[in-house]
């Protein structure tokens, strides 16, 4: 038997738009991570990583193509669909997992973690190219929070430099991989997989809850996480996680792109 749950808020408050998607199925879950834009576009992040998301839909469930192969083939259905363009289009991260009677599967391209909570121990797949890229680009707008700056216009007009200039390392060697109009950068994903009787559960995480891990110390480990949204809820995790920010309004404790970013968790646990 296999249960699964899931929760995810908007950064910008409950009335707005997340551009974090979830999408659940009885063989498969995936957590997809629009990127925001900075700057005016004709398509969103989230709208892309909901086009993105329902191309999946089908082809995860037919369960008939290794992972990268049809994660390959819905960015290059989304892309002829809409015509979207290499380089200037949408993008988001993609974390699928996929399982069968015997076998539990995960694909991570870009920074949204899954996290396997196995019968020895917790193993974390994530893809930090991007974390790891050591450009520099954002030493502006973080060192700018720190002395107090705020998230005010200036610190949005750093930000979107920063962002420019990572961008020119999206989807080329040397840089990071995400999804957005070439079909190849689904062979660049982080891939594993594990037998299906070694594992507890899988979390799936857009960043807006992994930092709850990684950056703000709301949880000291992934299975403390995890047993807090078993006891409680996935939104009860969101919540601990969003009143740390809270706790930092000006980000000069924890500098970051947004005072609250989009957040999304799927748990699936194996009985």
């Known amino acids: 038997m296999t249960t699964v749950e899931s929760a995810g808020q908007a950064g910008a408050g409950r009335e707005a738009t997340s551009e974090d998607v979830v999408l659940l199925l009885p063989n498969a879950a995936a957590v997809l991570d629009g990127a925001t834009s900075l700057r005016p576009t004709e398509y969103s992040g989230g709208w892309y990583a909901a086009r993105l998301s329902e191309a999946l839909r089908p082809r995860l469930r037919a369960n008939e193509a290794e992972l990268p192969e049809l994660l390959s083939a819905s960015i290059a259905e989304v892309a002829e669909r809409h015509g979207l363009r290499p380089g200037d289009s949408p993008s988001s991260t993609v974390s699928l997992v996929r399982w069968d009677h015997s076998t539990v599967e995960a694909l991570v391209l870009a920074d949204s973690p899954v996290v396997a909570l196995t019968r020895s121990g917790t193993e974390v797949v994530s893809d930090d190219r991007l974390a790891e890229l050591g450009t520099g680009s954002d030493d502006g707008y973080r060192r700018r929070l720190r002395t107090g700056g705020g998230f005010d216009e200036h610190h949005f007009r750093r930000l979107r430099e920063a962002v420019d200039a990572t961008g020119r390392w999206r989807n080329v060697e040397g840089g990071f991989w995400v999804a957005e109009a070439e079909p190849a ?87």
Request: neutral net charge; glycine residues 4%.
């Open 185 to 271: 950068a689904a062979h660049r994903a982080v891939r594993r997989s594990w037998p299906r009787d070694r594992l507890e559960a899988v979390l799936l995480a857009s960043d807006g809850v992994s930092c709850g891990v990684d950056r703000y110390g709301s949880y000291p480990s992934w299975r403390s996480l995890f047993e807090h949204a078993t006891s409680e809820s996935p939104q009860a995790v969101l919540e601990r996680i969003r009143a740390a920010e809270e706790s930092d309004p000006d980000g000069t404790r924890w500098p970051r792109p947004k005072r609250h970013d989009d957040q999304a968790l799927v748990v699936v646990r194996f009985d």
